[in-house]
């Protein structure tokens, strides 16, 4: 059976800018090293970046590349994954969001500690479906091996096999 063309085509492009995001993304951690050790303020082409409650804008930016690109890893994971634990990957993307929303913000002071206690409500509903959603399939998992067992115990007892 084989791949219509247009399925084919947009499966490479996907593929193609997975990994072309997934190759660059150790350089959004050096990006940081661009911007001056030493101004609270940076003139680029795209405007004017404050450092805010940084102490420079290379600390500003070393903070937002990092939760960035952490950002960017973990929803790709999470967007690709088959597996039934996918949305456990939901509460690192939850914090790291938090996280970057605290950089972006400029008026408030940077911590991470606190995101912690901001992203909870959002964490635990995430947490007790996986829980759940574990114990459904531990549950369910001994019970079909022992229905397989008791069914091949009943093949052999009809079959010649006695």
Do not use: C
């Amino acid at each position: 059976m084989s791949i219509p063309q247009p399925d084919r085509r947009k499966n490479l492009i996907k593929g193609a800018i997975l990994s072309l995001l997934l190759i660059t993304s150790p350089f959004l951690f050096y990006v940081y090293k661009f911007a001056p050790a030493d101004q609270t303020n940076w003139d680029t082409f795209l405007g004017t970046l404050e450092s805010g409650s940084f102490s420079n804008v290379q600390s500003l930016l070393h903070a937002l590349f990092t939760k960035i690109t952490f950002v960017l890893l973990t929803g790709i994971w999470f967007l690709t994954s088959k597996n039934w634990w996918r949305f456990a990957i939901l509460v690192p993307f939850t914090m790291f969001l938090f996280q970057l929303s605290g950089v972006i913000s400029y008026k408030i002071k940077y911590m991470d500690e606190y995101d912690f206690w901001d992203s909870l409500p959002f964490i635990l509903p995430i947490v007790f479906l996986v829980i759940y959603i574990s114990y459904r399939l531990s549950v369910r998992s001994p019970k079909s091996s022992l229905d397989d067992e008791a069914n091949e115990e009943v093949r052999n007892m009809f079959s010649d096999k006695l």
